[in-house]
Structures are given as C-alpha cells and as structure tokens.
C-alpha cells in the first residue's frame, strides 16, 4: 500500500498544479475561494481502505472501492450507474477535491483547508472493531498531528478555516467523553479542540453550528451532459403508474411508529383500479396505490436496480425517518423524480439547507406529521389524494430541477457538466462561506 500511497501522492499534486494552471489560465475567480489540501499521512485516509474486510460486525466494503470510491458499474455497459457504498462519501469527496480549479500548495494563501481524513472508516475500529473501549480517543491521533506537524497551519486561526468530510450520522461522533463504559458512538465531534471545524455529515444534529449536512451518496454519478440529459429525459418520459412507493425496512414488529403506519396502510389498502375510481381518480392514471419494495438487512443498499425501476414508476416516494431522521432513500427518489414524503422536520428540512432551501420546500416535497398518522388515524392515502394534480405535475417539475444539486457526478466529467453545479460544488461553496463569515471581523495574526 506504501507504494499505491506514494503515487496517490504525485498524483494529487500534478492534478493541483494541473487545476492551478487552468483557473489562472481560463479566467476562474478564485477570490475567497483557495483551498489548501492538507498533507496527512497515509494512515489517516488510504492505509485505511485496506482494512475493508477487517469487522465482521461491519458489511465488507472491499468490493465498492474501485473506481475511486463509486464502486463497480451495475452492469458493463453502464456509464453513469455504479454499486455505491454511501459509506465511501469521504474517497469519492477527496478524488473530487483534486479537480477543484481553485487549490493552492500554500496554506498561506488559502481561504480554507481541506483534511482528507476518513473519519467515518477510521471510526469502524472503535465501532465495531477492537477499539470500542476507547471510543472516546477517535481523532486525537489526528490532532496531534495537526498541532505537531507544521503547527502553523492548525494553528493560525486556531483550526476555523479547516473542514472536512464524515460520511455517517453526526449522532455516530458524538458519544459523551465521560460516560463509563462507552455507549454506541465515538466521541470525534466532543472534542473541545474540534469545535471550530466545519464538519460536513450525512445527518447533523440540531444544536452544533459545526455541523452542516450533504447529501447522501447515491448510485447515479454520469460523467457527461449528454448522460445527464439522457437520464432526465427518461425520469420525464416515465408513466408514474403508482401514487405512492416505500422503499426500505422496519415496521413489521408490534411497535407502533411510522414505519408500521406505512406497510399497514400500503398491505391493508386496495390497488385495483376500482379502488382509485371510487377515490375520483381515472384507471388510466394511476393502476397501484402503493408499492412495498422490502429492503430489510441491507439487500438494497447495492443494487440501485431493485427500488430505481419502481421509483420512476411512483408520483410519491414516502421517507419515514428510521434509526436516525434522515435517510439515503430521500435522494435516490429525487434522482428518480418521485416526490418526497416526509414526516419529520430534521428528515431533510432542517439538515440540507445547503442543497435544499428550506423555503422550497413546499415546492417539491409533501410534509404529513407522524403522529398524525401512528395516534390520529390520519391515512397518507387521503393527504396524497388530495392533491391537485396540477400540482403534482409542478412539484415534480420542481424535484427534476434540484436533481443536479443532490447528485455527485462522476470524477473526470466532461466540461459541458461541470457549468452544472452538483452536490459537491454546492458543498464546497457552503463550507467556504461558513468558514469565511466565521472568519469575517477576527483579528488573526498571519
């Protein structure tokens, strides 16, 4: 792996050099917008993806690393569908870092760092790995580096201007460093020291200011316009033929919660024909009220085929929240242009401002409270129903045009997609202008 290290390394720093000659070339304002890749050691990213086997506990992830993080393609012909852990967020994040037309080598010029650390794969040790006593040490290790190693950069505005990648829930970081014996989680994000870096995390919690929430990794990644174009003229074209679609697991215990609502309301419903013209809704319309695409234990979480095909052919794709509020499923039914159910705020509202403005929501997505569902007897067939079905067709139209800004397009893509900004663009221009506005009337001394 030394080896592999060692060419990863020259390759980051002729695609920097590559990407500084190009903005200065083609006219790229860069101003307030360098970023500084921070040099680590090989243990604190690559070294790690060699122990993609190593916690039984944990899914074996040696089969999703090629193609720099994407994943093998679904099949062989396919040019934008790949198998995508969500786990490998952080390798797909740090390949797109080095086409970023604005780095620089010097840390002194830069407007924001970048740690290419794999914070969410180092965290499995302490997880589920030999480590788990010891959860509260996750990231200490890389402190000292930061504050040992050319200490100035950390330094000069005491870690404000840093940022980096966690490709898990926030919840996962945040164990109390003083509970005894340790719960679930490690304690990352406690430390005092790492209050001032900007975390960018598939789910934030409420409070920290730190943490800002990006879209999950999906299994779309086209790397050309063409492609994109082919793509969304499909999601177009297709006949939505069933009015509301889940996708996932859980609900089948004696548990009352949403999950439960949702497969009781979809297994107890009718879907013939008969039941929708009863309901004032032509047969031509839609043939099914609701669709169950069973994804208990993981068997989807590689194998986009199995829910993409029965998403395109739903108008509503329900996102009950689970373990934790948000899932990876809300950005796969964007890709697919069914619109977003949700039942709770933190389920997308109030995580993905970045991606998704707050004050659009009611532009491409339904919001129905779960209590209203599991204690009231609200039926989410009725709300859905009642929808005017101009509506509809506008709050599709909607979700098809934040589809860019949810997808993370493939490493390499053609300049005609680039003009388009994509989950990672927008990312980028989020932490700068976190890290600038915190930066904004300090006085530092360079």
């Known amino acids: 792996m030394a080896c592999k290290s060692r060419i990863f390394l020259l390759l980051c720093f002729l695609i920097i050099f590559i990407n500084s000659t190009f903005s200065l070339e083609s006219g790229i ?27 039984p506990l944990f899914d074996n992830f040696c089969p999703y690393l090629t193609n720099h993080g994407l994943g093998p393609k679904t099949h062989n012909r396919s040019q934008s569908w790949y198998r995508s852990d969500p786990l490998l967020l952080e390798v797909t994040f740090h390949r797109r870092m080095l086409e970023y037309p604005c780095l620089t080598a010097d840390p002194n010029l830069a407007n924001a760092v970048y740690l290419p650390y794999y914070a969410a794969i180092d965290a499995l040790r302490y997880l589920y790995g030999p480590n788990v006593n010891t959860s509260m040490e996750h990231g200490l290790e890389l402190l000292d580096f930061l504050q040992e190693n050319d200490a100035r950069i950390w330094g000069r505005r005491n870690g404000i201007d840093h940022f980096l990648v966690m490709a898990r829930p926030a919840w996962d970081f945040s164990q109390s460093l003083y509970v005894d014996p340790p719960v679930w989680g490690t304690s990352f994000l406690e430390l005092p020291e790492f209050y001032n870096v900007t975390a960018l995390v598939v789910e934030g919690r409420a409070w920290p200011w730190q943490e800002q929430a990006v879209p999950y990794l999906t299994s779309f990644h086209p790397p050309t316009l063409a492609l994109f174009d082919s793509w969304i003229k499909r999601v177009k074209g297709s006949r939505r033929t069933t009015l509301m679609l889940f996708a996932g697991g859980g609900g089948v215990g004696a548990t009352l919660n949403i999950r439960r609502s949702i497969r009781n309301e979809c297994e107890n419903g009718s879907d013939s024909a008969s039941f929708l013209v009863s309901r004032g809704y032509s047969s031509l319309y839609y043939t099914k009220v609701c669709d169950l695409v069973d994804c208990s234990n993981g068997i989807c979480e590689h194998d986009p085929i199995r829910y993409m095909r029965p998403m395109l052919q739903a108008t509503f794709c329900l996102q009950p929240p689970g373990d934790t509020p948000t899932r990876r499923s809300t950005f796969d039914a964007i890709v697919a242009g069914c619109i977003p159910v949700f039942f709770e705020e933190q389920s997308a509202k109030t995580q993905y401002r970045w991606h998704l403005p707050e004050e659009m929501y009611g532009d491409f997505a339904v919001f129905i409270p779960k209590e209203e569902v599991v204690y009231k007897g609200l039926k989410i067939l009725d709300v859905l129903m009642g929808i005017p079905r101009a509506q509809v067709r506008r709050m599709r139209e909607k979700v098809i045009d934040l589809m860019p800004r949810v997808v993370y397009r493939k490493h390499g893509s053609s300049f005609g997609l680039r003009a388009k900004k994509d989950a990672f663009d927008i990312a980028i221009e989020g932490a700068l202008e976190r890290i600038n506005s915190r930066l904004k009337g300090r006085d530092f001394d360079q």
């Not at 304002?29 to 916690?55: E, K, V």
């Open 29 to 55: 304002d860069c101003t307030g917008r360098w970023i500084h890749i921070r040099r680590l050691p090989s243990r604190f990213n690559l070294d790690l993806l060699t122990n993609c086997s190593a916690y």
